[in-house]
């Protein structure tokens, strides 16, 4: 892979892709920039990467074959509209939320090649579902880079623009309906006498390798949920009591408003 990956944004999620980024060896430290405003956790990204930090985003940019856009939404506009010159001929990967490839389009030159990402929280462990927006402007050799990037850092699909704020309710918050499910489960299992510690690790690790089985063997999650209840046995109970519950309602409708929110937030970008 080209050298020459500059970091816009030092945050939690540029870290992490960064991170998977030179631990597959796709780009050795000295040929990746990072610039944040925020100096002090500037230098602590570059010193625990050993990656290169910059005095600014313009500098970053004009040293940087791809650059990664990992910043707020309320700064984007006012960040890309100091950099039209540098952003020239440049390709540009946004993880920035609520803002298309469209969107993006309008605010730097004509010139400059996009990729609009929508990563989740996992990535920071390596485990992240990342998305691509079909709608796109790099070529060939920078969309296979990008794809090379993310997928250091977790499983990488493609969907078209018109389904992006269903992906955000599905993998982008996903994570923390998950979230909340172990913690759930590991509060029942502390009423019922287990250590709290021990409780989030069994619960955690029950999530995981549940999710493994689904991505690993391809079989649906019915039949893999029925094959764990047994004819009158305690799994087939606790189902019942979920779909008394309204377990299935409930996740669909948290979906659903997720959903509806990231197309509110779209139209006010």
Known sequence: MDPGLGLIGGGNMG???MTGVIRKGLISPENIG?????????????????????RSASELILGSRMVLM??????????????????????????????????LQALVPASCRLLRVMPNMPAMVGQGMTVFE?????????????????ESVGLVETMPSSLM????????????????????????????????????????????????????????PAELKDRVCSPGGTTIEAVYALECGGMRAAVIDAVNAAVEKSGELRKKS
Do not use: C
């Open 165 to 220: 704020d269903a992906v955000t309710g599905v993998s982008g918050s996903g994570p923390a309906y998950a979230f909340m499910f172990i913690e759930a489960m590991a509060d029942a299992a502390v009423l019922n006498g287990l250590p709290r510690d021990k409780a989030y690790r069994f619960a955690a690790m029950t999530v995981l390798g549940s999710a493994a089985a689904v991505l690993e063997t391809g079989v649906h």
């Open 70 to 103: 990992a910043i707020k939404p309320n700064v984007l506009q006012n960040v890309l509209g100091v950099l039209q010159d540098e952003l020239e001929n440049k390709a540009v990967v946004s993880i920035v939320a609520g803002f298309s490839k469209r969107d």
């Open 34 to 54: 990072v610039y944040d405003v925020d100096t002090d956790r500037l230098n602590a990204l570059a010193n625990e990467l050993g990656i290169r930090p910059e």
């Open 134 to 150: 079909a709608d796109h402007s790099l070529n060939a050799e920078e969309l296979k880079a990008a794809r090379a990037i993310f």
């Open 15 to 17: 870290r992490a892709i």
